[in-house]
């Protein structure tokens, strides 16, 4: 099989993020009665090798995943036939592990699962991974709604951001699409773009023109995540960098943690686990 080659060291930053997590998790409600599922949107082959790197082939989400004990149920979603074909080979070494692989789009997928679980004996973590702007704000609501799920997502700032074109009339109708998709509203127009104070001296209309930077546009999707989740941790930017460090160079993507649940209790012991997981990582790595 050809190898899946993606990713740098964000990649490693990310999964050390998540492994590290699902630990904590399942610990944290052993014996408590519910069924805990991990649930993997973009979860390619189960293994990959970093583009820049040493060549070495390294564990993905989901195998990563699976050396986590406590997990009653798996869904692995992906896109690409070779890839589902690795998962179910993956599954089929272990069918005790209780894996599902569904081939298609994560979004119909995720909101198929959503919508069929019956939540109130169940508990799961979900990782959003995508590869670029997949994600639609639609698939984040019906996420939230369960009120049962906890959530990494790893934000796309640097696809939100190309997108974004510094002169309005530059953005055409299928960037206006992908971003009201993934943004869920139209309302990033008027929060991100501007007209100029003064028109040219052939008395031309005013450019209309983005004044929002990175910063302004990662703090724009918190506030908007934090309308859907009524916990939202993050994010942890993670930036292209240079020889291994995450704390140089243009942002790429912003690694939040979400909780769907609404419990006081629940929330507490999340943001507890995740804010000292994200809080080792920036220390070690030098992340802002």
């Known amino acids: 099989m050809t190898q899946h080659r993606f990713g740098g060291h964000w990649t490693e930053a990310k999964l050390s993020v998540l492994g590290h997590y699902l630990g904590a998790f399942s610990t944290a409600l052993k014996g408590k009665g519910f069924q805990l599922r991990y649930i993997d949107a973009f979860a390619g082959s189960g293994k990959f090798v970093p583009i820049r790197g040493d060549g070495r082939e390294r564990l993905g989400s989901a195998q990563i995943a ?5 997990f009653h149920r798996y ?33 119909q997928h995720l909101a198929e699962i959503c919508r069929s679980t019956g939540w109130r004996g169940t508990r799961a973590v979900l990782f959003l991974d995508p590869y670029g702007m997949q994600v ?19 934000f796309p ?7 974004l074109a510094l002169n309005q009339d530059k953005l055409d109708d299928d960037k206006r699409r992908s971003l009201d998709r993934v943004l869920g509203t139209r309302t990033w127009r ?26 302004a546009i990662e703090t724009w999707v918190t506030a908007r995540l934090r309308t859907l989740f009524p916990l939202v941790e993050g994010p942890l930017v993670l930036r292209l960098g240079r020889h291994g460090k995450l704390d140089s160079g243009p942002p790429l993507f912003g690694l939040y943690f979400l909780a769907a649940n609404k419990s ?20 070690q790595a030098g992340i802002r």
């Not at 700032?157 to 997108?163: K, Y």
């Open 66 to 70: 699976l050396t986590v004990s406590g």
């Open 75 to 107: 869904h692995f979603i992906e896109m690409k036939p070779r890839r589902c074909k690795a998962l179910r080979q993956l599954a089929e070494m272990q069918p005790h592990k209780g894996i599902e692989v569904h081939e298609g789009d994560a979004n």
């Open 136 to 154: 639609e704000w639609q698939t984040l609501e019906a996420v939230a709604s369960t009120g049962a799920i906890d959530v990494w997502y790893l």
């Open 157 to 163: 700032l640097s696809g939100v951001t190309r997108q």
């Open 190 to 215: 008027e929060a991100f773009y501007a007209e100029e104070p003064t028109g040219d001296l052939f008395g031309a209309a005013p450019a209309v023109e983005r004044h929002a930077d990175s910063l």
């Open 264 to 283: 006081p209790a629940a929330q507490r012991a999340a943001r507890s686990i995740a804010t000292d997981i994200m809080g080792r990582l920036k220390k």
